[in-house]
C-alpha cells in the first residue's frame, strides 16, 4: 500500500474551516537530473551492444587509421597472411572458443508465456452509493472522518463496478484472519486456474513460484498456501514477498528472470495481489483513511519460461527490469508507513513529503531506464543538454527525452487519480497512453501490485497489441520504491480472448470520468 497514498486529494474544509492537505503536484523531476543514474543506465546497455559496436567499428577504424598514416595496407596484409596454416587454424579455433563461452554466458531469454487476472464475482460489486452506506453503518468513524472519505470517493476516479470481499460488505465487517484466508484463496487460486486452463501447462510443472503481497502474511505464507492446494513438487523453489507494496510485481518479476536465468529451460509463476479484508482501517487518523476509500479486490499470475520452444507460443519477452530504491534516505523510508494510531488502531500512514519523495524516485528510474530504451536521437539530444547544464553551467532549457518514442503502450500504476495526472504532464502522454490506467482505475479500483496487469489486459482487450510492440509498466512502492519493466510482444494480441477480465465491459470503455 503504498502509492496509492500518492493518488487522493488529502484536501477537506469543515466548517471551523480547518485544512489539512497534502501536495498533489509531483516535482518537477527532469530539472534536476543526476549524472550518476545517467551513468547507471548505460552501464546496463554497455554489455552486448558494446561488443556488437566494437565488431562494427574495429575494420572502419582500421582502415582510417591506415589512411590517416600512409601505411602500405598491401603491406599489412602480407603480415596479416605470412602466417602459416597452423597458426591460422589456431586462431580459429580461439576464435570460436571465445564466441562459444560468450553465448553460453548470455542469459536465455525471459519469455511471458501467458497471464491472468481474476475478476470476482459479480456479487461482490461495490459502487460508490454501497460504500458510502457501509462506511455509515459501520458506526466507526466520526462524522469529520466520515465526510472526508465521501470526498475522497467522489473524487478517486472509481466507478461503480469495483470489487470488495465478503468480509468487508458482511454487517458487521467480519475482520479476521480466517476471512483474510478466505480473500487470498478466492483470488490466488481463481487466478491461477485461469492461468492453467489458458496455457494447458500443469501445476507440477512449475519450478519456480513467487508470491508478492505486502499487507498480509500468514504462517504457512500464501506461497505454502498454492504448494498445498495445487500439490506442486517438493523442489519448487518458493518465494513470498512482503512489505513491498504496490510496485512489488515488478521485483517478483525481476526475480523470476534472475532464476530463471539460474536454471535454464524452467518455468515460474507469478502471484501478485493485496489482501484487504485485515487492512480495512476502522479509525479516525486522517493519514490512514485512503485505502478505504480506493483499495479493491483484484490480483494476477503470470507464466514465465526460459524454455526456448516457448518463443512461438509466448506473448512477450522481457526486454528490461529496472529497479530504483530510495530507502537510504530517512525521509523516503517513512513516508509510507505502517503503525498504530493514538487509539492502537494499525494502518499506514502517509507522509507530508510523499509527492516529492515520488518524484525524485521516478525521476531516477526514468533516467537510468532510459538509455535502455529510447531511440539514439533522444539520448543524444537528452546528454547534450545534461552536459551543458551540469558541467557547464548553461542555463538552458531542460530537455525533456520523448518517451512516446520508445514504447507503445504504457501502463502506470493505478494508485488513483492525481499521480496519474501528474505523470502525464511530465511526461507529456497522451488520453490514449494514459486511458488503459484510467479505465482499470475505473472498472476494477486500485488493486496494488496487479494493477499494472488488468492494465494491459485491457489493452489486448481492445486488440491494440500488435507484433514487436514495446510495452511499458511502471510502479510504485513504501520504501520507497520506483520500478520499471518492459516488454516486446513476440505476435500480435487478437481481441475478446478468452478468460480476460474485459470480455464483458470492453464494449463500454472508454468512459468520460466526471472532474
Not at 466520526?142 to 473524487?155: A, C, N, V
Not at 468480509?167 to 487470498?184: H, V
Not at 487509539?343 to 513529503?353: D, F
Not at 480472448?497 to 472532474?515: C, F, Q, R, T
Request: charge should be positive; include cysteine; charged fraction near 20%.
Amino acid at each position: 500500500m503504498d502509492n496509492e497514498r500518492l493518488t487522493a486529494e488529502l484536501a477537506v474544509k469543515d466548517s471551523s474551516s480547518v485544512v489539512i492537505k497534502i501536495r498533489r503536484k509531483l516535482p518537477d523531476f527532469l530539472q534536476s537530473v543526476k549524472l550518476k543514474y545517467v551513468k547507471l543506465g548505460y552501464g546496463y546497455s554497455c554489455n552486448t551492444a558494446t561488443l556488437i559496436t566494437l565488431i562494427i567499428l574495429f575494420p572502419l577504424i582500421l582502415a582510417t587509421l591506415v589512411q590517416l598514416t600512409g601505411v602500405d595496407f598491401h603491406a599489412v596484409v602480407s603480415v596479416f597472411t605470412s602466417f602459416n596454416s597452423a597458426t591460422g587454424l589456431a586462431g580459429a579455433v580461439l576464435l570460436f572458443f571465445f564466441s562459444g563461452v560468450y553465448f553460453a554466458k548470455r542469459p536465455s531469454p525471459v519469455y511471458l508465456v501467458d497471464f491472468a487476472c481474476y475478476k470476482p464475482e459479480d456479487g461482490l460489486k461495490l459502487d460508490n452509493e454501497s460504500l458510502v452506506k457501509l462506511l455509515e453503518e459501520s458506526s466507526y468513524f466520526e462524522p469529520e472522518m466520515l465526510e472526508f472519505q465521501k470526498r475522497i470517493s467522489s473524487r478517486s476516479g472509481l466507478g461503480d463496478e469495483t470489487y470488495c470481499p465478503p468480509a468487508i460488505a458482511a454487517r458487521p465487517p467480519q475482520l479476521n484472519m480466517k476471512e483474510a484466508r478466505a480473500e487470498a484463496e478466492l483470488v490466488m487460486f481463481g487466478a491461477l486456474d485461469s492461468l492453467f486452463k489458458t496455457t494447458g501447462v500443469r501445476a507440477q510443472e512449475i519450478s519456480i513460484l513467487i508470491v508478492n503481497c505486502s499487507l498480509f502474511n500468514p504462517t504457512p505464507s500464501l506461497s505454502s498456501m498454492i504448494v498445498n492446494h495445487y500439490k506442486l513438487r517438493p523442489d519448487i523453489l518458493s518465494f513470498n514477498l512482503g512489505g513491498m507494496g504496490c510496485s512489488a510485481g515488478i521485483i517478483a518479476i525481476d526475480l523470476a528472470k534472475q532464476l530463471l536465468n539460474a536454471n535454464p529451460n524452467s518455468y515460474a509463476v507469478v502471484v501478485s495481489m493485496e489482501n484487504i479484508t485485515l487492512n480495512w482501517y476502522s479509525g479516525n487518523d486522517r493519514s490512514m483513511l485512503l485505502c478505504n476509500c480506493i483499495f479493491r479486490m483484484g490480483g494476477a499470475a503470470m507464466l514465465l519460461s526460459s524454455k526456448s520452444r516457448d518463443h512461438r507460443r509466448a506473448k512477450y519477452e522481457l526486454a528490461h527490469t529496472v529497479r530504483t530504491h530510495k530507502g537510504a534516505d530517512d525521509k523516503c523510508f517513512n513516508s509510507v508507513y505502517q503503525r498504530e494510531d493514538d487509539k492502537g488502531i494499525v494502518g499506514v500512514s502517509l507522509a507530508r513529503e510523499l509527492m516529492a519523495v515520488a518524484g525524485d524516485a521516478l525521476k531516477t528510474n526514468i533516467t537510468t531506464l532510459g538509455p535502455l530504451v529510447l531511440p539514439f536521437s533522444e539520448q543524444l539530444m537528452f546528454f547534450v543538454t545534461l552536459v551543458k547544464r551540469k558541467v557547464f553551467k548553461m542555463k538552458v532549457k531542460p530537455y525533456i527525452p520523448d518517451f512516446k518514442l520508445a514504447f507503445e503502450h504504457f501502463c502506470i500504476h493505478a494508485g488513483g487519480r492525481a499521480v496519474l495526472d501528474a505523470i502525464e504532464k511530465n511526461l507529456d502522454l497522451t488520453e490514449a497512453h494514459m486511458e488503459p490506467s484510467r479505465m482499470t482505475l475505473h472498472r476494477f479500483g486500485n488493486t496494488s501490485s496487479s494493477s499494472l496487469w488488468y492494465e494491459l489486459s485491457y489493452v489486448e482487450a481492445k486488440g491494440r497489441v500488435s507484433k514487436g510492440d514495446r510495452v511499458w509498466q511502471i510502479a510504485f512502492g513504501s520504501g520507497f520504491k520506483c520500478n520499471s519493466a518492459v516488454w516486446k510482444a513476440l505476435r500480435s494480441i487478437p481481441a475478446g480472448l478468452e478468460g480476460n477480465p474485459w470480455a464483458d465491459s470492453i464494449h463500454k470503455y472508454p468512459v468520460k470520468i466526471p472532474v
